[in-house]
C-alpha cells in the first residue's frame, strides 16, 4: 500500500471531483455537430480544412508511382465510370477545344493541335473515391505543355473544364502544372475510347477519379470559380489530391 | 499530480478523532482524461463514417468482377451518402489525430506513460492475470493502477490508433505517402489493413467495456474525475 499524501474531508473531496469532471465540458462542444442548424457548416469547415492541408502536402516535383506493364488492370476490366451518358455523342469532325480566360491566345484548338505536343505515356494508378484502385496506361500531351501552348497565366489561380456531357471540373494550377498532369487521348496506347472520353479527357494520377473530367469541350484559366465540380458542388472534396 | 494517494476523512464533533472513510487514488491527469472522451467519441465517428464509406464498395478485390465482402447495415453507419461521410471522416480525423498526439505528447513528457506502457518486465504477469481472467485462476495481488494483461491491451490499443493513422494516411495521399504506402503494400493493401485495424480497435473497445462494466462504478469515475475511491492497491 501507498503511503498517504494527504488527508481531505468527505465534503471537500466531493468539491474536487465535481471540480474535475467539470473540467471536462470541452468533451460537450463536440455536441455542435449534432444541432442539425450548425452540422452542415461544420462540416463543410472540416472539409475545407482537409483541403486547405492537401494542397500544402501537395510537392509540384514529386511524381505518382508509375508501374510496369506486367501490371496493368486488362483494358476491358478498367472501369468506365459517368456520371450521366458513357457516350455524350461527340462529333469528332465537328470537335474542338474551346480555351478562355487569362490566356495570351483564347480561342478553338483541335485534337491535332493537342497531339503535336510530346506525347507522354504513363502507367499509373486511378483511385476512385468509392475505393477501388486500377492501373491504367494512359497516353497525352501534358496539361503544363498545352498551357504554354495557350499562353496560360501561371499565376492564375485555376483550370476549369466544361464537357459534352454537362460534366464540369475545376483544378489548382499546382496539379495543373505537374508533370504527370495530361490532356488524355490515349489508353493502353490505342486512341480513347468513347466510354473512356474521347477525344480528349484529363489524367491526374494525383487526383483522385472524379477530378479526371471526360470529354473536354471547354478549358478556362481564371482566378474566380463560379462552380467547382459537378460532385464537388453536391460535397465532395475539392482538392482531393492524392 | 498522478499517482498521488489520499486518505478522505469525516469530520466529526471538535474533540472526536476524524473518521477515514476511504483513500483516493489519482490515477488519470487531466489531459488524460480529455483526450480519452474526446477521442471516443472521434472513434465512434470515424468508425460509423468509415462504414458508411465503405459501403461505396464492399469489396477489397477487384472493381471488375466486384465480389461484395459484407453488406453493412446503413442504420449503422454515419453520413447518409459516401460524400456525406467522407465530410464526418475528414473533418473528425483532425480531432482523432490532435487528441491523439496531444495524448502521446503527455504521456512522454510527463513521465505518465510509465502508468500505461507495456515492458517486458510485465511479460511474467500475463499468465497469471489470464489465467485468473478466464479460467478462475487465483487473483494476482494488485500493486499499480494497471496490471500486466491491462498494460499490454491499452498498449496494443494505442499502437492500433496509430496505424489506423498511418493506413488512413496512405489512404487519402497514396501519392505523398508513397513510401508509407510501400510498407504496407502499397494503396490496395492499405485500405484492407484500415478496414481490418478498425475491426481490431472495436474489438478492444468492447472488451475495455465490458471490463469496465466488471470493475465497478469507482473505476469509471476515475476516467472522468481522475480519482479513484478505494482502489485495490
Known amino acids: 500500500m501507498s503511503k498517504i499524501d494527504r488527508r481531505m474531508t468527505d465534503k471537500k473531496f466531493s468539491q474536487v471531483s465535481r471540480r474535475e469532471l467539470l473540467k471536462l465540458a470541452p468533451v ?28 500544402r502536402l501537395f510537392r509540384p516535383g514529386h511524381l505518382a508511382t508509375t508501374f510496369d506493364n506486367a501490371e496493368l488492370t486488362p483494358f476491358e476490366k478498367f472501369p468506365i465510370n459517368g456520371y450521366d451518358v458513357d457516350d455524350p455523342g461527340v462529333i469528332f469532325e465537328n470537335w474542338n477545344l ?23 505515356r504513363q502507367n499509373t494508378r486511378h483511385v476512385c473515391i468509392e475505393g477501388w484502385d486500377v492501373i491504367g496506361r494512359f497516353g497525352g500531351a501534358r496539361l503544363a505543355d498545352f498551357l504554354q501552348l495557350v499562353g496560360a497565366d501561371p499565376a492564375a489561380r485555376f483550370i476549369t473544364v466544361n464537357c459534352a456531357d454537362d460534366y464540369y471540373e475545376s483544378l489548382d494550377m499546382a496539379t495543373a502544372l505537374h508533370p504527370q498532369t495530361l490532356l488524355c487521348y490515349e489508353m493502353y496506347e490505342q486512341p480513347l475510347s468513347r466510354e473512356h472520353g474521347a477525344p480528349l ?25 463560379d462552380r467547382v465540380g459537378y460532385w464537388e458542388d453536391q460535397g465532395y472534396s475539392w482538392f482531393y489530391g492524392m | 499530480m498522478s499517482g498521488s494517494v489520499i486518505e478522505i476523512i469525516h469530520e ?21 482524461r480529455l483526450c480519452h472522451w474526446i477521442n471516443t467519441v472521434a472513434l465512434f465517428v470515424m468508425a460509423g463514417s468509415g462504414l458508411q464509406i465503405f459501403r461505396a464498395f464492399p469489396s477489397f478485390g477487384a472493381k471488375i ?20 461521410a467522407l465530410q464526418w471522416h475528414l473533418t473528425f480525423m483532425w480531432i482523432y489525430i490532435g487528441t491523439g498526439v496531444l495524448y502521446l505528447a503527455y504521456q512522454i513528457f510527463s513521465g505518465n506513460y510509465r502508468q500505461v506502457l507495456f515492458m517486458p518486465r510485465d511479460i511474467p504477469g500475463v499468465w497469471p492475470m489470464v489465467k485468473h481472467y478466464f479460467f478462475f485462476g487465483p487473483k494476482p495481488p494488485v500493486r499499480e493502477a494497471y496490471n500486466p494483461l491491462q498494460k499490454h491491451a491499452y498498449t496494443t ?16 495521399k497514396p501519392a505523398q505517402f508513397s513510401w508509407l504506402g510501400w510498407t504496407m503494400g502499397g494503396f490496395h493493401y492499405a485500405r484492407i489493413w484500415h478496414f481490418v485495424i478498425m475491426w481490431a480497435i472495436l474489438f478492444f473497445v468492447l472488451g475495455h467495456l465490458v471490463m469496465v462494466i466488471l470493475h465497478g462504478w469507482n473505476n469509471f469515475v476515475s476516467m472522468l474525475t481522475g480519482w479513484k475511491k478505494d482502489p485495490e492497491y
Open chain 1, 28 to 55: 460537450l462542444a463536440l455536441g455542435a455537430f449534432a444541432i442539425p442548424k450548425l452540422q452542415q457548416g461544420l462540416l463543410k469547415k472540416g472539409l475545407g480544412f482537409s483541403d486547405w492541408a492537401s494542397a
Open chain 1, 98 to 120: 474551346t480555351v478562355s480566360g487569362a490566356v495570351k491566345k483564347p480561342g478553338d484548338y483541335s485534337l491535332a493541335q493537342v497531339q503535336a505536343l510530346p506525347r507522354y
Open chain 1, 201 to 225: 479527357r484529363l489524367q491526374i494520377p494525383t487526383k483522385v477519379g472524379y477530378k479526371q473530367a471526360k470529354y473536354l469541350t471547354d478549358l478556362k484559366v481564371t482566378n474566380v470559380l
Open chain 2, 12 to 32: 466529526k464533533a471538535k474533540d472526536e478523532e476524524p473518521l477515514v472513510v476511504a483513500r483516493a487514488v489519482y490515477e488519470h491527469p487531466y489531459i488524460v
Open chain 2, 65 to 84: 468482377p466486384e465480389k461484395d465482402l459484407l453488406h453493412w447495415p446503413k442504420a449503422f453507419a454515419i453520413g447518409g451518402w459516401l460524400g456525406g
Open chain 2, 157 to 172: 490499443a494505442i499502437v492500433l490508433g496509430v496505424l489506423s493513422v498511418l493506413t488512413g494516411l496512405v489512404i487519402w
